[in-house]
Structure formats: structure tokens, C-alpha cells
């Protein structure tokens, strides 16, 4: 426990076991982000995923929706400490996707449009745990929020789970991403607070 | 990288002043601060006697000056940590924080390019480190600040703001009551407005759009349809609320 604050009382709060410790929960869907918003046409939309051997394997638009997907329903939670309860996507899961990929590789890092790159460790993208989310709420997925699709990774914070996704290098060795080189945990557990290096 | 810059540390208030009706200016004195860039920010943790805490961020107001840090803490009336910080904690109270955290959204003295800060709100605290940084180190990029704000009380360091800086153009915008005199109707933020007020895309100056995220979800766009390379352009994006 940290030192007292005089006279903080906080406020009535409510003990919901499904909110990771320091989050509150928002009905709204905050937007956070780096820069601006990139839009990003779907006619020039390809899934690129990259073995440490260089094999790359593409995806374009119609091929991921020719994929079977799924509706997830799933709590988010943003290191900002908003999380949002019951959020419904649509999109292809990463099983799918990389069924077919030959690796050795333990890592992963996501690239987006715009420029933006997370790590994560693959296992974390697999077992039905991560999806290429194309609906939020029964609608295409916005350019705000990522459209159109984004990776939906709903067990670690929400800045791993990146807007305006574009692909995926597979790697031997962890690497830092965007937000981790700047001093953003490597893995960001929310039940474990891992927000920045050293958490 | 930060690591290990990251414990816990307690600091306390040492001088508190009020900037608009609704928002004040917090001194804190933090033994063991390690140095900030202007741009970043701190987390303040709040505990209760019962053992209740919790966080919320803010943006550094300065930039470093040894132990002493500033932050600047707008009220939300429903809020349960700003009101707190802006009518409750006291000269000589405790409070625990740590930082600097962000190493995005951040100005380097070292850099020439010209500065384009456009803030909504509070968020003219980190951009206000910014200009006060460039004094601090006699720079001489050239600066200028598009400032949006409801009416003229709610205009943050305003002595300051008004005060002539070589080097540095201030805009301010009203969206609610404009001062007498000024020209135009009060309204947001819009095309024109950063057209006038901004740099040419041509010059490549750096942008930095702070505030609520929906004015700057408006303004990042407006940039990016003017011509600005999106990686120049860097944002924070304080929360929900519109101003
Ligand atoms: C990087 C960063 C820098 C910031 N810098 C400053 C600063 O310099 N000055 C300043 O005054 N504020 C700043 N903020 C906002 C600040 O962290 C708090 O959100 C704000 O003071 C409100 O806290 P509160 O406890 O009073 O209100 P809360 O009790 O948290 O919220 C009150 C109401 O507003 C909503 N709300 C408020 N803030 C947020 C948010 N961030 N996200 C989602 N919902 C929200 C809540 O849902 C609730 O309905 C910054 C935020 C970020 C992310």
C-alpha cells in the first residue's frame, strides 16, 4: 500500500471482478493513438506475414473475408486505464491465418500503417487468443479505430493490439515495438499492471 | 529507455495557484527527480486511508528544474481525482508519483525545425513545457501555438501567453464567447484556422496536437488534408470529453 494522501477519500467504488486492478470502466470507446488516422483503402489492404526465413505469405482483402471468421465477445482493457466490458468484433482468427506457416519463431511483431509496430510473444496470438478484427459492433471496423481491421489481442493492454494492422514478422528474439522502446512493457499483462519497463 | 527511472516517489506540494476558475497549477517539490523533456508526463497515485488508490496522469507544465516539477490540473465537476488535486491537497502534502513517463510526444532544444503546437483545453500543458523549454535554453526554432479555448477565462497561463516572445506567434481561439474585439464569431476549430494560423506544409515544421481526443481527432486531420506528413505529426489525447 502507498503512503496516505490527507483527506483522499476516493470515490464509492464498485468491485467488479471482471475490471484488471486500476481501470474504470467507459461505455464510450475512447480513441488513443500515436498520430493521425490513416485510411486505408481496402482495395489496397494485404495481410503480410514473414517467417525469420524471409517466406512471406500475403492475404488481400477478399482472401481474409473468404476466410472463416468468428464473433468474439470480450472485455478491453487500454493502458490508459478505460476498459470496456462485452465488446463484439468479427474477424479471422490468427490460428487461421497462420496454419500454414512454417516457423521456429517464439516472437512476433506486429507492423501497421502509419508506421506503428508492437511485440508480443507468438503463443499470445494463438489458441483463439488474437484475432484480424474487421467488425466492431456489428459495423466495419472505423479508420478511428482502426479499420479497416485491426489485431484484437483482448488478454494484453490495448496498445498491442494494433489499428490499421498490415503484418506480422515472426522473430527468434524479442524485439521492442513503438511504445516499448519508449520505456511501454514488454508484455502488458492489465491483472499484473504491466505498464511500463520494470512493472 | 526508462527503465529503472520508474519507482515510486513521493513529492509534495510546495506552492499551488490557481490559472482559470477551473483549473491550478501544482508545484510539486520530488527529491530524487531524474530530469524531464518537455512533452512527457507523471502519474500521481492517490490512497485513501483505507487503502483505496488510484492513478491518473498528467502532463508536466515545465521543464526541468532540479527537484521542482509543475503540473496543471483542470477540474471535471464529476471527477474523482481532479477535484481533489485542484480544492483539497494542500501546501506540504504528500503525494506519490512517478515518471517521466512518454518519450513520443516530446520537443528535443536540440532541434531546429519549425514547431507547430495546436491545444484544446488542458492540453496546452505539455505544449506550454515546450514553449517554456525553448525560453529556458535561448532557442530558436520558431514556434507557433494555436490555442483553443471556450471563453477568455479559461485561457491557461494568460500573462505569460500575452506577454511578446521573439520567435514565438499566439493564436488563441474561442469556441463559446470571444474577448470584444476579437474578429470572427466564436466557433471550433476548422480548415482555416489552421491554415492561417499554421506553418505551410512546406516548411516540414514538427507538429505537436494535444487535448480532448475529439478535438484532437479534428485537428490531426486537418494536418494530415493540409499536406503535413502524418509522421510529423505527433498527438496526446487526454480522454474522452469535448471542449
Ligand atoms: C497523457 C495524458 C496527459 C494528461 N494530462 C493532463 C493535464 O496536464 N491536465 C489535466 O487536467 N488532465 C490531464 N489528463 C487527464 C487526467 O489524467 C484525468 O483524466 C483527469 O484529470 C480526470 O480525472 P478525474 O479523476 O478527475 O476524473 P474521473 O473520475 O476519472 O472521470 C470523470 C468523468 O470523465 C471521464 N473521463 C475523464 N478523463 C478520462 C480519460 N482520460 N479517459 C476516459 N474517460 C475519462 C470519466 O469516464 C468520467 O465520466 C491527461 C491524460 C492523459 C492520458
Redesign the pocket.
Known amino acids: 500500500m502507498g503512503i496516505v494522501t490527507p483527506g483522499f477519500r476516493g470515490?464509492a467504488r464498485s468491485a467488479d471482478e471482471r475490471l484488471p486492478p486500476g481501470q474504470?470502466?467507459?461505455?464510450?470507446f475512447?480513441v488513443?493513438s500515436a498520430g493521425p488516422t490513416p485510411r486505408i483503402r481496402t482495395e489496397n489492404w494485404t495481410f503480410t506475414v514473414t517467417t525469420e526465413s524471409g517466406l512471406r505469405h500475403e492475404w488481400s482483402w477478399s482472401d481474409l473475408l473468404a476466410l472463416p471468421s468468428e464473433t468474439p465477445t470480450v472485455d478491453i482493457h487500454?493502458v490508459?486505464?478505460?476498459s470496456k466490458l462485452d465488446t463484439t468484433w468479427r474477424g479471422v482468427s490468427l490460428d487461421t491465418l497462420l496454419e500454414d506457416v512454417d516457423t521456429a519463431a517464439d516472437y512476433a511483431m506486429v507492423q501497421a500503417h502509419g508506421g506503428y509496430t508492437t511485440n508480443l510473444p507468438l503463443e499470445d496470438l494463438l489458441d483463439g487468443q488474437a484475432w484480424i478484427a474487421f467488425e466492431f459492433d456489428g459495423e466495419d471496423l472505423t479508420s478511428e479505430h482502426g479499420g479497416p481491421a485491426r489485431l484484437l489481442v483482448p488478454h494484453l493492454y490495448f496498445w498491442k493490439s494494433a489499428k490499421w494492422v498490415k503484418g506480422l514478422r515472426l522473430m527468434l528474439d524479442d524485439e521492442p515495438g513503438f511504445w516499448e522502446a519508449a520505456g511501454y512493457h514488454d508484455y502488458g499483462d492489465p491483472w499484473r499492471e504491466q505498464r511500463y519497463q520494470g512493472d | 529507455m526508462v527503465r529503472g527511472k520508474l519507482a515510486w516517489r513521493v513529492g509534495r506540494l510546495a506552492e499551488g495557484r490557481d490559472e482559470t476558475p477551473t483549473?491550478r497549477t501544482l508545484v510539486l517539490d520530488v527529491p530524487g527527480w531524474p530530469g524531464h523533456l518537455a512533452g512527457q508526463?507523471v502519474d500521481?497515485r492517490l490512497t485513501a486511508e483505507d487503502g483505496y488508490s488510484?492513478t491518473?496522469?498528467?502532463?508536466?507544465?515545465s521543464p526541468t528544474d532540479g527537484e521542482r516539477i509543475e503540473?496543471?490540473?483542470?477540474?471535471?465537476?464529476?471527477?474523482?481525482?481532479?477535484?481533489?488535486?485542484t480544492e483539497v491537497f494542500t501546501v506540504g502534502d504528500p503525494v506519490e508519483l512517478r515518471g517521466p513517463?512518454?518519450g513520443w510526444?516530446v520537443w528535443r532544444p536540440a532541434s531546429p525545425d519549425p514547431v507547430l503546437l495546436i491545444a484544446g483545453?488542458?492540453?496546452i500543458?505539455?505544449v506550454m513545457a515546450m514553449i517554456r523549454a525553448r525560453r529556458q535554453v535561448g532557442g530558436r526554432a520558431p514556434f507557433k501555438l494555436l490555442y483553443s479555448v471556450r471563453t477568455p477565462e479559461d485561457v491557461y497561463y494568460a500573462d505569460e501567453l500575452r506577454r511578446p516572445e521573439p520567435g514565438l506567434d499566439v493564436t488563441v481561439l474561442y469556441t463559446r464567447k470571444a474577448p470584444d474585439g476579437w474578429p470572427g464569431e466564436p466557433h471550433r476549430i476548422a480548415v482555416a484556422d489552421v491554415n492561417t494560423a499554421g506553418w505551410p506544409a512546406e516548411f516540414s515544421p514538427q507538429c505537436f496536437v494535444?487535448g480532448p481526443?475529439g478535438f484532437v481527432e479534428t485537428v490531426a486531420n486537418v494536418l494530415v488534408a493540409l499536406g503535413h506528413d502524418p509522421r510529423r505529426v505527433k498527438t496526446?489525447?487526454?480522454?474522452?470529453?469535448g471542449s
Do not use: M
Not at chain 1, 24 to 28: A, R
Not at chain 2, 71 to 85: H, K, N, W
Open positions: 470515490r474504470y470502466l467507459v461505455e464510450d475512447p488513443l487500454c490508459t486505464r478505460w | 483549473a508526463h500521481i488510484t491518473r496522469t498528467y502532463s508536466l507544465a503540473i496543471t490540473v483542470q477540474r471535471v465537476p464529476d471527477g474523482e481525482v481532479s477535484p481533489f488535486l513517463v512518454g510526444f483545453g488542458a492540453g500543458v505539455p494535444c481526443t496526446e489525447r487526454f480522454g474522452p470529453s
